[in-house]
């Protein structure tokens, strides 16, 4: 017969050795206490009560702890006197099966436990229509067609490379229809080749030698093409500063200007008979003329070159202040 303590029993740290808990064959239904302990035969488990009920305190997990959910069954399996429970996930209302294709796309309905609870295909069109400036609208079938992007003859290049398609100019483009260039043209080489029967300018000055940015060195001009014959040219000599013209395309003429070949003053003072003219043309290449200030008419006196810049013309009778009036032309 056992012995009941009817106090605690205090073993001051020492150990219990060789002590076997209480057996039973089923849970204790009355009496229990929080912290009682019991081995249940039936089960085989080592149990303790937690204040409400009878849980187990060995390490596996069993089905008197495991509820089944949304979407999970449950059954127990009590072979052996063990408890166990298997959990599978509840069938829906979706197919198995494999969605999508290469002409569909797949559409899934997922309820807030993140459950497939419909799935489906919706189909997508192959057929991509293209369009350009001119020609008609073509169809051209995604996956079975091949889109081609083709240049023109001197004038287009297309290239593809690592999934991009490259259009730009030919190196040596030729425009077949009209060309018009709305903003700046800027041109890089060095020849400019015009095959043109007209041009037509709307700038009023043409500037040649744009690029000199130092000392002007280069001599600039218009030379006409003659065909068999010589050209021939009008230029600007840098070295003499001066326009020139030659009919030869060998010896230039100087083109002379009237303010710079041409001088006239008005001479006499009463007293004077000879008197010199500084007309400072650099040449005794002139002509000289006279003419009365009063009647206009020509008139005529001993004239003599006395140097380049100075011509001494000569009266019988001296002529009244202003009265003659002299016209020196250079010639060359």
Do not use: C
């Not at 050795?17 to 089923?26: E, G, R, S, Y």
């Not at 063990?82 to 294709?101: F, K, N």
């Not at 030698?209 to 600007?236: D, F």
């Amino acid at each position: 017969m056992a012995l009941s303590y009817l106090t605690d029993i205090n073993l001051n740290k020492n150990e219990l050795q060789n002590a076997v808990i209480q057996k039973l064959a089923t849970d204790p239904s009355s009496g229990e206490v929080a912290g009682w302990i019991i081995y249940n035969t039936s089960d085989n488990q080592l149990k303790v009560y937690d204040g409400s009920a009878w849980t187990n305190v060995g390490g596996d997990i069993t089905g008197v702890n495991i509820t089944a959910g949304t979407g999970l069954t449950g059954t127990v399996n009590t072979t052996s006197g063990q408890h166990t429970q298997t959990i599978t996930l509840a069938d829906t209302a979706v197919t198995a099966a494999s969605y999508g294709s290469a002409t569909a796309i797949p559409t899934f309905t997922v309820d807030a436990q993140g459950r497939l609870t419909a799935a489906g295909t919706v189909a997508i069109s192959t057929d991509l229509t293209i369009a350009a400036d001119s020609g008609s609208d073509d169809i051209v079938s995604v996956g079975t067609d091949t889109l081609t992007f083709t240049g023109t003859a001197n004038e287009i290049d297309t290239t593809v490379s690592n999934n991009q398609i490259q259009i730009g100019l030919v190196a040596n483009p030729t425009v077949s229809g009209n060309l018009i260039v709305s903003g700046n043209l800027t041109v890089s080489g060095t020849t400019t080749t015009v095959n043109t029967e007209t041009i037509n300018l709307a700038d009023n000055i043409i500037t040649l030698n744009s690029n000199e940015a130092g000392t002007p060195s280069e001599n600039a001009g218009i030379e006409v093409e003659r065909g068999t014959a010589t050209n021939v040219a009008l230029r600007w000599n840098e070295g003499s500063d001066i326009w020139e013209l030659t009919k030869d395309g060998t010896n230039y003429k100087t083109i002379q200007n009237v303010q710079e070949s041409t001088y006239s003053v008005a001479i006499g003072d009463g007293s004077a008979t000879s008197i010199a003219v500084n007309h400072n043309l650099g040449t005794q290449d002139v002509i000289v003329q006279l003419y009365d200030t009063s009647s206009l008419d020509t008139v005529y006196a001993d004239v003599v070159r006395t140097n380049a810049n100075t011509v001494t013309v000569s009266f019988a009778a001296a002529p009244t202040s202003g009265d003659i009036k002299v016209l020196v032309s250079k010639i060359g």
